[in-house]
Structure formats: C-alpha cells, structure tokens
C-alpha cells in the first residue's frame, strides 16, 4: 500500500535539514529513504541533497566526515547518527564503470534525480515545505511496481553495468517487475568491466530478499547468469528424472528460495547440485548423478573464490554442498548418528538439516512428508547433541601433549593419527572418554601399528 502523505522524519534529521534551510540552501530528502516511505515502510538510512557545497556544509556542523567530497558528499554526525549530505550534481563520462569522469555541481534538485538509476530512487522530498519532487513519475512506477530507468536505460546501464545487478536486486527486494524497453537494454558483458567484489556484494543483497526466485530466473533469461554464475547457468534443461518437477536450475532455484534468509544457507542451497551438468550418465536404470556432491564441493569453492567470498562462507557453503546426499535416517543408530555429526562438523550439522529440508521440498514431495523427516531427525540429532559424547578431538579426555609425554614420542604425523584412532573409538563407545583408558589404547594402538 502506497502512501502519498508528508513524510515523517526523525527528529535529529530535521534538525540538520532546518540548519542547512535557514543557512540560506535547499535541502531535499532522496533515494531509498522516500521511497521507502512511499510503499508503507520506515526508513532506517536517511540521504540529504543540497546546493550548498561540501565546503559550506562543513562549516555548519560542528562533527562531519569527508566520506566523498571528492564528488560532493559529507557526512553529518548528529549524537550517534550519521547522515549524508550530497550537492546537487551533474555526472559526465563514466570511464572506470562505477565513478563519474567529473563532477559539476548544480543548483537544482532536478538536475541531481536525473542522474539517479531508476525513476522509484529519482523522487525528492522538501521536508521544510513538505512537499515531494518527481520529475520522472517515479511515484507512478511505485504504484504500478514498475522498475524503469531514469532516461535512456542503455545510457544508464553503460555507465555503471552493476546497475544490471542492482535491477535485478529491486526484483528480488521489491517484488517489482523491470519495464520491457529497460529489460531489453541489458548488455550482460559489460558485467565482465565490474569487479568481483563489487558483483558479489550485489548478488548478495539480492539473495538476502525475501522473495529472491523470479530475480534469479531473470538472471538466467537476460544472461547475466552466464556472465557471472556460468556453473549454474549450465543447470538450465538438465533433467532429474520423475521425481523432480524441475529441472536441475529451477530445483536449484527453488531450494534457494525455501532456506532461510541467511547468506550461507541460501548460497548451498543454490549450489548444492551445481555439479550435476558434468556429473550427468544414463543407464537404463534411469538418469544418475554420481558424485555430484563431491565435484560439487570443488566447484562451490571454485566460484567463492572467483567471487572473493571470505574463507568463512567458502567453508561452510562447500561442506554443506558436500554433506547435502548424507542416507542418515531417524531410525540410525545412536553410533551412526554420532558419526554423522563428526564427520559433518558440529557447527554445521543443524544447517545441514536446513538444506535436506529445502532439497525435499523442492521435488516431488509434500511440505508434511519434508516436515516429518526433517523434524524426526533434527529430534535424533539433538538427543545425541544434548548427551554430550565426544565427537571432535578437543572434546576427548586427551590431547597431542599427552600422547608424547606418556608414549614418549615427538610431535609429528604419528600423534594426529593416534588422535584420529582415539577419536573414532570414542565416537563408537562414549564411555572409553577416560584419560587412562586412552592412553592405554593409543599405547596399544602404537605397538600392533608401528
């Protein structure tokens, strides 16, 4: 629900746009903040634009930071608040496809929207006259959920082609639908001109919205998802079988879609069967993927890296992918559950869960029957959790330093074996957790191995 009523701004904000208005300037509100507002939501980040220049906004307030005065923006620091205030500008050549050439300062607020992106982020507010500014009929857009550039859309994307990307986030975050002639200015090879780090940090605002599935079937169709995931492009027409109502790109899409909002979760879940195009084989048993899960693992690392992930997300997302076939059942035995959650990781073993339920409800079966597995085996998994057992080799009743004292060997390959054995023996029989006990069996283990 639009609303079309005097924008309400904080307190402090108001203050900061009073002390710029009786300086003599204008002083607009812009971008997301009014927009926003506009579709019924409150505001967290606030933008000011004014024709005052950055040296004179500077000399207003008493705390500000240079963020970018080099193309005219100062942050205004108010008690724990931080609020940008750009000049009204003019925007030339985009030469390294993110920055303007140079910067031309202007006098009025229609100048400054029209260099803006799309016409929904081109609308201005005054809060001193309380009344908004839209050139571009950004407010109709709005109403129609309509995703239209300001100007020549092939002019917009040529100067900064993440603007693609950033269409495709509005998609996704605003359930918004882009208008034909903007679509079919989409040159998804000028994405190669962006970085990596700027492409992922896009990609990921867009996997974090709430309803992330028609943006990424978009990604496919324009090409941008051969530009930037060619892995998962590859996806696109590779069948699973009866029990898959889509194919290997749009199940993808769909697990995507059902995992919680977490950027992890979401990323395994959209790469957990990325290896199945060159995994692929037929028998006449049916369509077979075998060791998709493994080459996946690898391909999942390849494109974090590619993207300049932080070894963190690399880490969790590849050993989801890889743990995403496990066969543990409800009705496993405590051992083999035990052995499950080491062999995953602790700390990945609930997420792991996540991603099967995702997986199964994005095939052929019912919400209940994903529910019922799922809620079973998380149950199972929490009993052995709540136990306490040993099922990593800092929760054994020894360490490294005590196998050499008591074995009288040095540091080296042989004590993470012996720790490896030990481990797997306590994993099967929690009860041999006992300092003495396992020194007498890495002593043992040492005398039939060695």
């Known amino acids: 629900m639009l609303r079309d009523s005097i924008l309400k701004t904080p307190e402090q904000l108001m203050e900061v746009c009073s002390t710029i208005y009786n300086a003599g300037y204008q002083v607009y509100v812009v971008g997301g903040a009014v927009r926003d507002y506009l579709r019924g939501e409150n505001p967290t980040d606030w933008d000011l634009a004014t024709n005052a220049r ?39 050549r985009y030469s390294d496809k993110r920055h303007p050439d140079e910067v031309v300062y202007t006098e009025t607020i229609v100048d400054d929207l029209e260099r803006r992106d799309f016409t929904i982020n081109a609308i201005a507010y005054d809060p001193i006259n309380q009344e908004y500014v839209d050139p571009f009929n950004g407010f109709s857009d709005l109403k129609r959920k309509l995703l239209r550039t300001v100007g020549d859309p092939s002019e917009r994307f040529a100067e900064d082609p993440l603007r693609i990307l950033r269409l495709l986030r509005f998609v996704a975050t605003l359930e918004f639908r882009p ?96 290896a199945k195009p060159v995994c692929m084989s037929r028998s006449d048993k049916g369509i077979h993927f075998y060791r998709h899960e493994v080459i996946g693992e690898e391909l999942t690392k390849d494109i974090l890296t590619r993207l300049r992930y932080r070894s963190s997300i690399k880490e969790s997302v590849s050993r989801l992918v890889r743990w995403h076939m ?125």
């Not at 240079?66 to 925007?91: C, L």
């Not at 989409?186 to 962006?194: D, K, T, Y």
């Not at 199940?251 to 790469?271: G, N, Y």
């Open 179 to 274: 208008e034909r002639r903007t679509l079919h200015a989409i040159e998804p090879g000028s994405l190669q001109e962006v970085s990596k780090e700027r492409i992922r940090d896009e990609f990921n605002k867009l996997l974090m919205a709430k309803k992330i599935d028609d943006a990424l079937e978009l990604m496919y169709t324009t090409g941008v998802m051969d530009i930037i995931l060619p892995e998962l492009a590859a996806c696109k027409g590779v069948s699973q079988g009866d029990r898959h109502q889509w194919d290997v790109l749009g199940h993808s899409i769909v697990a995507a879609q059902m995992v919680k909002p977490s950027l992890h979760l979401r990323l395994a879940a959209l790469f957990h069967d990325i």
């Open 54 to 92: 950055p040296e004179q906004v500077e000399a207003l307030f008493p705390k500000t930071i240079p963020t970018g005065k080099q193309f005219g923006t100062i942050t205004v620091v108010v008690g724990e608040n931080f609020y940008e205030v750009t000049t009204f500008r003019k925007e030339g």
């Open 326 to 450: 496990f066969s543990i059942h409800p009705l496993s035995s405590d051992r083999a559950i035990r052995r499950f959650i080491s062999k995953v990781g602790v700390d990945y073993i609930i997420d792991l869960l996540e991603i099967r339920r995702a997986d199964i409800l994005a095939q052929r079966f019912s919400a209940k029957q994903a529910y019922e597995f799922i809620s079973d085996l998380y149950d199972r998994i929490q009993e052995i959790l709540d136990q306490e057992a040993a099922l990593t080799v800092k929760d054994l009743a020894i360490n490294g330093d005590d196998i050499m004292e008591n074995l009288n060997i040095p540091p080296g390959k042989q004590v993470g074996e012996i720790i490896k054995y030990l481990l797997d023996r306590v994993i099967d029989e929690p009860n041999l957790n006992e300092k003495e006990i396992l020194i007498k069996l890495a002593k043992k283990y040492i005398n039939t191995t060695y």
